[in-house]
Every structure is written in C-alpha cells, then in structure tokens.
C-alpha cells in the first residue's frame, strides 16, 4: 500500500515547531505526533481569529457548538467540521452540568469559571474528552495504534485514563510520581481495570516524569517503534480544546463589546497559553494573571526575566508543583516574533544550567497581556476559609491559589475577572477540610472510588526503564510499525 503524504504536504492548514528544525504538519498529525521530532512544541503557522459577530453569537449556545466554532479554523482541511461538532457533542454527554462550564459570581465582578463538572473532575476533561475521539478517529481512519505516554501531577493522567480506557487503537502509559498526589487522583489512576491502561508510579517529581516523556519522544527509534502519541498539553490539540472556556466565559459576559480578565492558576502553562490563543484569535482579553504556588518560577521569570529552576516544594496544590513548565516554550516562542533561534538557545541553556534569560524586548511583549504572582499555602487556606464564609463558596486548592493572587493584584473594578476553578474540591478533601474544616464529600458517582481495586507499577525515574516497560507493554510495538509523523 502506498504511504500516506503528511497533511501539510497536501495543503492543509499548517503546524511549525518552535524550535524550527521539525517537519511542517496538517492538524490530525500534530494530534498524533505529540512532541515535535526536534523537541519544539508545534504551533500554526498563523493565527486564525473570529469576528466580533462570532464572539457575540457564542452566549447563551451550547458548549459543544462553540468548541466546533473555535476549533474548525485550525482544522481546516484535516477534519469535516461536522466530524468535530459530533465528536464535541459526545464529549460533553459526559459532563454533569447542563452549562458544561458554568459562570459564578462571588464577589463584585469576581466570576468562578467551573471547569471541574468532567469525569474526572477536573479541567483536563474538556480538552481530553475532545482529543480521545480526534485521535480515536485518525487512528481507525489510518488503521494504526498508537502508544500514548503522560506525564502527570495528579490531574492530566486521570482525565487521560477515563478517556482512553477501553480503547481500540491506543495503549496508555500513565507517568505519575509516587506519593506526591492526592489519593483521590492515584485512585482514579490506579483502578481502571482496563487491559490497555498502565499506571506506572515514578519515584521522583512531576519534573522527572515530564523529563521522562520527552526523552521517550527525543528517542525516534524508540518513538517510531511504538507509534509514540502523547496528550499532555505539549499536544497542540489539548491546548485549543481548552480556548474554548475562555470564548464562553467572556462572551457569557459580554464580550467583545467588554473586555474581560482570566486569572488561570497555572504550572505547566498549558491553560493561560490557551487564552493567549484566545486573545490572538480576537478575543478581547485585558490580562491573564498567571497564579503560581509556591513553585514559583514563572511569576518569578515574569518579574525578573530570567527562569531559574529550584527544587520542587510539595503543596496542597499538588498539581502545580511543578519547575520545569513544558508551555512556556510556546509563549517564549511568540515573545521572540516567532524566531526558533533563540528559542534553541534557551531551551538549551536550560538543559545544561537549569536557566535562560529573556531579552528586556520579549520580556516586555510577554507583559503586555500577562502578569503573575504567587501565592503562600498560608495565604491558599485563608482563601479558602474566606470565600467559604463570605460568598458561601467553597474552593479546591488550586482554584484558591488563583483567587488568592486574583485578590493581591490591583486591578479595572470595571473589568470582570473570571477566576479558573480548574479542580472539585473533593478531590482534594484533606487540604480544604485542613483550610475550613469542611470535609466535601464525592459525588455519588464516584463515591464507591475508595473500595475500588488499585493496580500500578512502581518504576525509577530512570529513561531506560521506562522504555524497557513500555516496549515490553505496547500492543503497537509487538505489532510492528513503521515511521511515525
Ligand atoms: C487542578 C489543576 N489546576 C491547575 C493546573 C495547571 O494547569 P497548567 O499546567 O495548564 O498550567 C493543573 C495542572 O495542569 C491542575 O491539574
Ligand atoms: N497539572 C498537570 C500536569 C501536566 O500538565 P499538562 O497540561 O501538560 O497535561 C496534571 O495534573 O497532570
């Protein structure tokens, strides 16, 4: 059988690598491929944007719809646009909120955008739920499997596990570093029961097992051995699932006629990045405030222009514990009008001295829309306590550290602010019943989660045993396969 001509070689609309040395692709092929060959993250070569009708005409439309609006200009010419309005429609049947990502107020123009009514209540849902079907598609389409390998702090592995479970074409190797997550996110790792789902437990951090994936994607004999495929937001087809809220959220308040700001708490830099692309397709955004815990180092590099890694420090916001945070690459990349030189540069004065520094020109463009700030684990439990007394609300830990630095960061009173409630605070019940006594409870359908069968494998944060495992694993492997995108 011949083989198939990528898609950008057929005149789709096309993807670039950061780091400028990877092979242009069409949209199902950047889904598939994951990291780019030469360690850059793929972006479009331009952005799409929407008019302001388009802007206007999302309130009040059904979610689904909107993401299909969003998504089909990056599509364009890879997927029937009425291929993604039925895929976004069976993905959000899985939500539990008519609204999928309902608005609520808790102060004077301080709005909770609810991103957690998912499967795995959590933000990851929504672009995951989308991106299980686009690669199910491609794949069946292609007659190929895939490997997918992900990397988590606790939230990205649970959602990718619900998604994929069960799954024809893909086996799904699941990276998360042991003892550092909630029992709530291990749990729904650990008890798929699903023959194609590996839960492998790092001992080591978030960090080693992100370091962990992209060798295993920086690896092309092995990557093309197993057909390697990965879903955390190094994927570009996460990152524009997740712009959608954004749209919904701000035309809900009135967008484009009014401006509106996001505060997003953040670690791999996956989100905000997403409502950068949202400002870039037209959006009227007036800032995106970047909220950090205590692993600070993107509030610091937004402040002092130089990103320095530290050790990671455990929080009660497990899920940004995070150092090394795989998106900025892309932000660094439009910060330096898309030139990759650069962007080379820095990524390699970070493998070799854990640091680079930003030109004052780039770090400048960077602060033209962003902003940051962190916020203590003090500071995270008085949020929490607050919200709880005063708007009757009660927060995740993860969707405190936001509100906190939200609260801290002068601001428009004029200008809403749409604060990210990325997590349900049942996931994480130690933390917010520590912070205000008030232990929440799972929802019933996931109430049984504790008595389930747990079933991992624990593995060094060691490259070469993770290979080995997943080599020994993979159905794609044993299979056989020839060159990956
Ligand atoms: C609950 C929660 N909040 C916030 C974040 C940070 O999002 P991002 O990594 O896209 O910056 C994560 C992890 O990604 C998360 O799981
Ligand atoms: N916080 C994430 C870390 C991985 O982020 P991703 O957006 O790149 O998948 C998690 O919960 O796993």
């Known amino acids: 059988m011949p083989r ?46 929407l008019d302001p009708a388009a802007i206007a005409g999302f309130a009040g439309r059904p979610y689904a719809e909107v993401l299909a609006d969003v998504v089909a200009p990056f599509a364009v010419g890879s997927l029937a646009t009425s291929e993604l309005a039925r895929m976004a429609r069976e993905a959000y049947e899985t939500f539990r909120h008519p609204a999928v990502v309902p608005l609520v107020q808790v102060a004077p123009n301080t709005f909770v955008l609810e991103l957690f009514h998912g499967p795995t209540l959590a933000f990851k849902d929504l672009a995951m739920q989308v991106l299980s079907r686009l690669m199910d598609h491609a794949l069946a389409a292609r007659g190929e499997r895939s490997t997918i390998v992900v990397a988590t702090s606790g939230d990205t592995g649970g959602a990718a596990v619900e998604a994929f479970r069960g799954s024809a074409q893909a086996d799904l190797f699941v990276l998360y570093p042991q003892g550092r997550i909630s029992d709530v996110q291990r749990r729904m790792m650990t008890t798929a029961g699903a023959d194609n789902v590996h839960a492998l437990a790092i001992a080591g951090t978030f960090d080693d097992c992100q370091a962990i994936v992209k060798g295993l994607f920086n690896d092309h004999p092995f990557r093309d051995a197993v ?98 945070s795989s998106n900025f690459e892309r932000l660094l990349f439009e910060a330096f009008d898309r030139d990759p030189r650069p962007v080379r540069a820095a990524m390699a004065s970070l493998a070799k001295s854990q640091s680079f ?72 019940p130690d933390a917010v019943e520590a912070a205000c006594g008030i232990r929440p409870a799972l929802p019933d359908w996931l109430a049984d989660l504790g008595g389930r069968l747990e079933t991992s494998t624990m593995l060094p944060a060691d490259l070469a045993a993770v290979a080995t495992y997943i080599r020994t694993h993979s159905r794609a492997a044993s299979a056989g396969a020839g060159a990956a995108a």
Do not use: C
Request: no cysteine.
């Open 227 to 324: 057909r390697l495929s990965g879903v955390n937001s190094i994927n570009f087809a996460r990152l524009v699932a997740q712009v959608v809220y954004y749209f919904a959220a701000a035309a809900a308040l009135g967008a484009p006629h009014r401006k509106v700001a996001f505060t997003v708490p953040t670690g791999n830099f996956g989100d905000v990045f997403s409502g950068y692309v949202a400002a870039r397709m037209g959006l009227p955004i007036d800032k995106l405030l970047v909220a950090t815990n205590v692993n600070d180092i993107l509030a610091r590099t937004l402040a002092t222009g130089t990103y320095q890694v530290r050790d990671v420090v455990p929080t009660t916001s497990p899920s940004m514990d995070i150092q090394v």
């Open 4 to 49: 198939r001509a990528p898609e950008a070689a057929r005149g789709f609309v096309r993807y670039i690598s950061t780091r400028g040395e990877a092979p242009p692709l069409g949209f199902m092929d950047v889904t598939l491929a994951g990291l780019a060959r030469d360690g850059g993250l793929y972006v479009p070569e331009t952005w799409p944007t």
């Open 357 to 428: 520094s930003v030109t004052a020109r780039s770090l400048g463009a960077m602060r033209a829309l962003f902003s940051a700030d962190r916020a203590a684990e003090e500071e995270v439990a008085a949020t929490i306590r607050t919200v709880r007394r005063e708007a009757g609300y009660l927060l995740d830990p993860h969707t405190a550290v936001a509100m906190a630095v939200a609260e801290k960061e002068p601001r428009d009173p004029s200008i809403p602010m749409v604060v990210l409630s990325t997590a349900h605070p049942a996931k994480f």
